[in-house]
């Protein structure tokens, strides 16, 4: 199993606060024709609002090297929505980053590039008062 992002338990915190329930961590997704050669994906986070509304969500910091990070983050959501596509999983995919790398890396002209060519669906939240701020796009 991959590691836990250190705000994977803050995002865990704002999604209960805002009122979702938390169905798996680690959700994985297994993708190939042959036991041998099946390739497990894990996703951070499933979870369901009263509504049923179903989001997966992979937890992200952006803050080690932000541009690097960007990068692992676009290939990382192409390759699980790619899967998520093949396998007819028709669950919304977000990325969950806290404000400050909002503000500091997707704002900036390379995130908005990106976010125009790719439009990856993000969660923002507040990691200090463990608090969603925004869905882009709104749920």
């Not at 991959?2 to 297994?30: F, M, T």
């Not at 996703?43 to 910091?61: C, M, S, T, Y």
Request: glycine share 4%.
């Amino acid at each position: 199993m991959p590691n836990e992002d250190r705000y994977h338990h803050i995002v865990l915190r704002c999604l209960k606060k805002a009122g979702w329930s938390i169905l798996k961590e680690q959700e994985y997704i297994s993708i190939g024709t042959h036991n041998d050669t099946n390739r497990r994906l894990y996703i951070d986070i499933k979870a369901r609002r009263n509504d049923r509304q179903l989001v997966l969500i992979e937890v992200k910091g952006l803050e080690r090297s932000p541009v690097h990070e960007l990068m692992e983050l676009l290939g990382q959501y192409l390759i699980y929505q790619i899967a998520l596509d093949y396998l007819f999983i028709e669950i919304p995919l977000y990325i969950a980053i806290p404000e400050t790398a909002y503000q500091e890396i997707i704002q900036h002209v390379l995130g908005q590039e990106m976010m125009s060519r790719y439009a990856i669906p993000l969660l923002i939240f507040d990691p200090v008062q463990e608090e969603i701020i925004q869905w882009i796009p709104e749920l």
